[in-house]
């Protein structure tokens, strides 16, 4: 029993320790795949890897996705809980945010598709209705060149992911600074930058994350919504590893383990900065 | 010393998996009697591993083999719908695990998907001399069953079907169906966005392609029996190319995007946003047009030049199939007369059968000549008319990548 109690915190990381076992073996597996040839090991794929202009096209494809749709996201999520926090803790206004939180990915990526397709409901509505004189008038907005589909479907699934991140830091701010600063003479620039921007960032550098890594690997929505060149990194990832060609699969696991990496670090990188700030506000900071 | 870690640390993690001795079970297995195996299969369950996207196909499985086999042998089969690269790739992965026990006991597929789990000694084999429908009922000695795509099947594959390329067309919109390359490619011109066709990483896509490489190669028959090589298909497909390119402004979307499956080609079908779709089996559009997807004017075509291609396709025990004894009860039974006949049948599959008709008595024969294949279905002179064989299958994943590079990405 008394072991028990001393050695509580270990125990009940096991399963989570567990589970991260098993990650960390696929990666590392996977990362054996990337470097492994019939002729033994080598680093030749990583090399190719960057000679082939499909896999150019696909990174800029996807860096400019991942951004447009992670910069709107956080943008249009924080300005909802910055202006609306309190209607959104709201039973009402919770249960706005949580419908599209419900369903996974797929499923919105494939109600996006049945809503803003070219025969989707909305340009059949417009049509029946006479506005429109055909429905290929309708702008291409689902499997386009620009990912406007891939976008939209990414960004009602992810503003409600910020709000509900944001909302608990900004229902916690530590409001009688506001009148401190009002004391002290200072406006809504001092109170922003003060109070209001260090309390958030840690939760925004966060959410950036979770949703960069997120949406650059995601494979079901570019899947349906993208279009057949460029893909995304994911989906090209996926082609090359259950395409007809052998050597291929070592190029889908020598990029997935690239991404890993690059996004591990990245990771690791601002966690580390966090934790230093986290622990000067902790220091600096008095109970409330 | 590092290769070593790795494979260590992989045995010591799949160590649990490996019970059974999967040499001792074959050697046992060749030495069986037919009723041996058949009472070996009793009560034991058979997952079968099949492309799922055609409703009739599933449901010739779901409702018609399914209860049949289980009131006949007492097996119970599952299907599991699967993309066919993907299932090798499991099986693949299974292999390189050295999972011995497996979890696929038959596996339906030919063409380029064969040539790699044969190449790579996927496959449990060889079956067919073990399957009494087979020697019974079947040309033994036609070079249909002997070469799949080019490989040489050598048992290790049961011809499980045979079918053809066919076009569909809503006749509602149009009168006369293109009957060779030029009269598509002017159609596709007089009528900007209503073709396109699936990618080419899409098995049907790709039977498509083919179709062109036939039309605007030097001959069809040069390409048959060249051998394949880079050099050889880049001369002989440089026509395709040019083809391919100048209808693209004219596809749908502008040729900007291909649907990503024979699916998603269908629904844009039967949402009229396109007026053509396609597919590798000639009577697959009975069940949709009853089930009322695809619309009541739903007609077939076949391209006169370069013709339709036709092939065989196949089914296959996996190498580690923890049940090979109610796998091959469950092959021999989907070779039989009664099986194929259901097969054939419009309200499911409707499917060709690979059965040599001089070798039935005479009421399976009078089943097969009575039945009516549809509407939607060509007539049996029109597709032999136009039917010519498959190409190496070494061209399926050339033309997946040069398509890539040739056709979408400028």
Known sequence: MKWYQTSKPAVLLIPALLFLLLIVYSLVMAFAESIRSPEGWTWAYYGELFMQRRLIESLGYSLSITFVSVFLSVLIGWAVVRWFYSFIDEPGGKWLVWIPMLFPHFVWGYFVLLLLGQSGLISSFFYQA??????????????DAYGVGIIITYLWKEIPFVILMLLPAYLQLPKQYGEVIAVLGGGRKEWFKTVEWPWVQPVIVEITLILTAFIFTAYEVPALLGISYPQMTAVLAYDWFYGAAWEERSYAFGLLCLIAFILGAIALLSFALMNRRRWLLSKSSHQY | MKKRMFAMAGVVFLAGCNMTNGDQQEQELSDLTWDEITAEAEGDTVRLYMWGGDEGINRYIDDYAIPALKEA???????????????????????????????????????ENFKRAKENELLYGPITDQL???????????LDFAYDFGTETEGYEAPWGKVQFVFHYDSSKIDEPPSNLEELSAWIQENPGRFTYPAADDFTGNAFLRHILYGTASSVDTLLEEPFSEEFAAGESAGMWVYLNEIESNLWRGGETYP?????????????????????????????????????????????????IGNTHFLSIPYNSPSKEAALTAINFFLTPEAQLAKLDPQYWGENTPIDPSKLDGDNLAGFEELDRGATVLSQEALLESFVPEVDAAYVPWIEDEWINEVVSD
């Open chain 2, 73 to 111: 042998y007492d097996v119970t089969l599952e299907r599991i719908p699967l993309d066919t690269n993907e299932i090798i790739q499991k099986l693949e992965t299974e292999k390189r695990a050295g999972q011995d026990d497996g979890t696929i006991d038959i596996i339906w597929m030919n063409g």
């Open chain 2, 132 to 142: 009494p429908a087979f020697e019974e009922f079947y040309d033994t000695e036609s």
């Open chain 1, 130 to 143: 006479g506005w429109l004189s055909s429905r290929e008038a309708f702008p291409v907005l689902t499997q």
């Open chain 2, 260 to 308: 990503g499956t024979l699916e998603e080609l269908d629904r844009l079908y039967s949402q009229g946003e396109v007026w053509m779709t396609m597919g590798y089996n000639e009577a697959r559009a009975e069940s949709l047009v009853a089930d009322g997807i695809f619309p009541d004017t739903t007609k077939a075509f076949v391209l006169e030049d370069p013709g339709s």
